[in-house]
Structures are given as C-alpha cells and as structure tokens.
C-alpha cells in the first residue's frame, strides 16, 4: 500500500515539471525525461497494486474462514435448548451473512484505513506544497462532512440491522418449509406458503429500499459539498493563473491532487459509518 501510493502520489507533481518546465520553456529533452519517469513509475504503481491486491485477497479469506470455523466450533457447544428456541434460519444467517460482514469490516476497513490515510497525508503534503491557500478551502469542508455523518449514522444503523432480520426471515423461512414440502402438498397449502414467501419479499424489498434511499442521503451531502470545494478551488486558482500569481501547470497538478484526496476522505467517512452498520 505504501509503495502504490508514493507511486501514484507522484505522477501529478511530474505533470506540473512537465507543463512549467518541460512545455511552456520549450525543452523538449526534458519532457521525453519526464515523460519517460511517468510511464516507469506508472508501470511499477501497477505492478504493486497487483500484488497489493492478491496479498489482500488471500488475508481476506483466511479470515473469513477463521471466523467461520470458530463460530461452527462456538455452536457445537451449545444446549439442545438454544435450538429449541432458535430458528435455524437464524442461525445460518449468522454464520453465513453476519460473519461475512465482520470480515469485510475487519479486512476492507484496516485496508482503506491504512491506503487511505497514506494517500491522503502524502496528498495533502503535495498541495500544501503547491498551495497552501487552496488547501485551507478543502480542509473546512471535512469537519462539515463528519458533523453531517454523525447526525446520520443511527439512521443508517437501523435500517441496516432491519435488513439483516429481513434476511433471517427469509433464511428460516426456507429451511423450515423446504424439508416439510411433502407435508405442505398433502395439506394443500401451497397457496397460504407461496403468499407467505411472497410477504417476505416484499417486506424484504421494502427495508431494502429504505436502506438505499437512508444510504444516498447520506451520500449526498458529503458529495455536494465536495462540490463546491471544487468549484472554488478552480474559481480561485483559475483567478490566480490568469493573474500571474500561480503557473498553470501547479493549478492542473493541485485539481488532480484535489481529485485524488476525494477518495481517502470519503474511505474513511465511509469507515465511520462502516462501524456502526456491524454492531
């Protein structure tokens, strides 16, 4: 991850040598030497990211199936009367979709965490390098975002955990009708248990679009804001370009920078919310 990032990190500073000091002078020798660095640098960011991406992929379901293996161990010692009262639905949604989630927070969370607060610090170290004034107008949008967030996240919380029980629903509902389907037919009630299922869906269907609905207003805010940052940051450097007060090649290196922060911060807003949603 360290590797990826510095390598991408970059690229957009070499963009800003090649405008202001390979372009705009006329040094040709100097930009097939920058042009050269970029496509070296470009070729091992994507070697690393590869192997980033195959260490991650067999950590990641190690993991998952250490988490499973112990909870399968954790249900072999328990009473005959914890199954008496629990739906073996339940049950296998706990094993299969919960686990799932607990993995990929654990995994997904300590992998953004870390490749985000890499790029983000190296990021923010670049445009306070090319502009530090620029860089306060984008730093007073992210408290705005977590304060937005914040005053979010118990909505999220809820209709994520309203969700999962829709799922343990449908989980026992199968299991328990799926072994007594000859009892069903020769009481000829296949009707009453297809209506059944069909109330599941749509209550199922129903959480499900909350959930989208409760997760793109959340989204939304953060995003616009965002927005806006952008929207000054190309007012003002656009201002200070034609100006004289600042090369051109500086103010497209600090919109890429400016495009390249976007992703760490809203990981890591995103992480935030991430925990809730498995509790």
Not at 42 to 58: E, F, H, I, K, M
Not at 105 to 110: E, G, Q, R, T, W
Not at 152 to 161: F, G, K, L, P, Y
Request: aromatic content about 8%; charged content about 15%; overall charge positive.
């Amino acid at each position: 991850s360290a590797a990826t990032s510095v390598l991408v990190l970059v690229q957009p500073y070499l963009t800003k040598l090649l405008i202001d000091d390979g372009l705009i002078p006329g040094d040709y020798r100097r930009v097939v030497t920058l042009v050269a660095l970029m496509f070296g640098l470009g070729l091992l960011a994507t070697l690393a990211s590869g192997v980033n991406r195959y260490c991650y992929t067999r950590v990641s379901g190690r993991i998952l199936f250490a988490l499973r293996e112990t909870v399968y161990r954790h249900l072999q010692t328990l009473s005959p009367a914890f199954y008496n009262r629990t739906r073996t639905g339940d049950v296998m949604s706990r094993l299969d979709g919960d686990v799932a989630e607990i993995q990929r927070f654990a995994v997904d969370s300590l992998f953004t965490a870390v490749s985000a607060l890499l790029g983000l610090v190296g990021t923010v170290g670049f445009m306070l390098l090319l502009s530090w004034r620029l860089t306060l107008v984008l730093l007073a949008v992210v408290p705005l975002q977590w304060v937005y967030l914040r005053y979010r996240r118990e909505r999220v919380q809820r209709r994520t955990r309203a969700l999962r029980e829709r799922s343990a629903d449908l989980s026992a509902f199968l299991v328990e009708t799926l072994p007594a389907m000859k009892f069903i037919q020769g009481a000829a009630t296949e009707a009453r248990e297809a209506g059944r299922l069909g109330g599941l869906n749509r209550r199922y269907l129903d959480n499900l679009l909350q959930l989208q609905l409760t997760q793109f207003a959340t989204s939304a805010v953060p995003s616009t804001l965002t927005s806006l940052a952008r929207t000054a940051v190309l007012l003002i450097g656009g201002y200070w370009v034609v100006s004289g007060d600042m090369a051109l090649g500086s103010l497209i290196a600090f919109v890429t920078y400016l495009g390249m922060a976007v992703g760490p911060v809203q990981g890591l807003l995103g992480l935030y919310m991430s925990l809730h949603r498995v509790q």
